[in-house]
């Protein structure tokens, strides 16, 4: 059985950093971190493949960088220059299958996290 655990939420001022690390059972297939913000669907944020490729959408590009330690199962996702736009919760996920790039649709993704929630003033 696969768990994840998300911790590394919290509160920070717009422009400020916050790191989420996510400790699973072990996967080597594709994991991604997604959010959801109040009243709005869940979307895809950052996702990394078995070899460290990594694929990121929207306006997290150059700000976000997501990262895995294999030999700690652990995924992460240093966030700097954050904006009161990141506010939500935010789910690391692990893909259902082997994929050769991993894909941002969350309907690829099986197993999930509980969250943990990010808030972002301005």
């Known amino acids: 059985q696969v768990h994840l655990l998300e911790s590394g939420g919290g509160s920070v001022q717009a422009g400020g950093s916050l790191r989420l690390s996510c400790v699973t059972s072990?996967?080597?297939?594709?994991m991604g971190w997604f959010r959801q913000a109040p009243g709005k669907e869940r979307e895809g944020v950052a996702f990394?493949?078995?070899?460290?490729?990594?694929t990121y959408t929207g306006s997290v590009k150059g700000r976000f960088t997501i990262s895995r330690d294999n030999a700690k199962n652990t995924l992460y996702l240093q966030m700097n220059d954050m904006q009161h736009e990141d506010t939500a919760m935010y789910y690391c996920a692990i893909a259902r299958k082997n994929q050769f790039a991993c894909m941002v649709g969350e309907e690829e993704y099986a197993y999930w996290g509980q969250g943990t929630q990010v808030t972002v003033s301005s």
């Open positions: 990394i493949g078995i070899s460290d490729t990594t």
């Open positions: 072990g996967s080597r297939y594709c």
